[in-house]
């Protein structure tokens, strides 16, 4: 997003049970606020953004969280760093794999550098 600030995107894998996905999506919005999160529009800048993308394959429209993440497929930045954590990961709605999804985005495009002399 043009003006936003560089940010570093990254990924963690959860080994164990999840009771309640809507449980483990507040306790990363808590994490998120006591880093100092603030929300003042739809899509702002973020200091922290924790997302759920999968949990072990569940589909489900509602209520929050979506599952899978409805919009990681979509996103280089979420997929390349899942594939550090989970090359084999198979998208459960889609049925594709993390590498065919990765193929099929654009081509990242990058701000021009200035050149150094």
Wanted: charged content about 25%; glycine content about 6%.
């Amino acid at each position: 997003m043009p003006g936003a600030p560089d940010f570093v995107n990254g990924v963690a894998r959860l080994e164990g049970a999840v009771d309640d996905p809507a449980h483990l999506l507040a306790a990363l919005h808590a994490i998120e606020d006591r880093a100092g999160r603030q929300r003042p529009y739809p899509n702002a800048p973020r200091s922290l953004d924790l997302d759920l993308i999968d949990l072990d394959g569940l589909c489900r429209d509602g209520p929050d969280p979506i599952l899978p993440h409805p919009r990681a497929h979509l996103r280089r930045f979420v997929l390349e760093p899942l594939r550090d954590v989970a090359p084999h990961w198979v998208h459960p709605g889609l049925g594709r794999t993390l590498a065919s999804l990765i193929a099929d985005l654009p081509p990242e495009t990058m701000p021009p550098q200035p050149i150094l002399s």
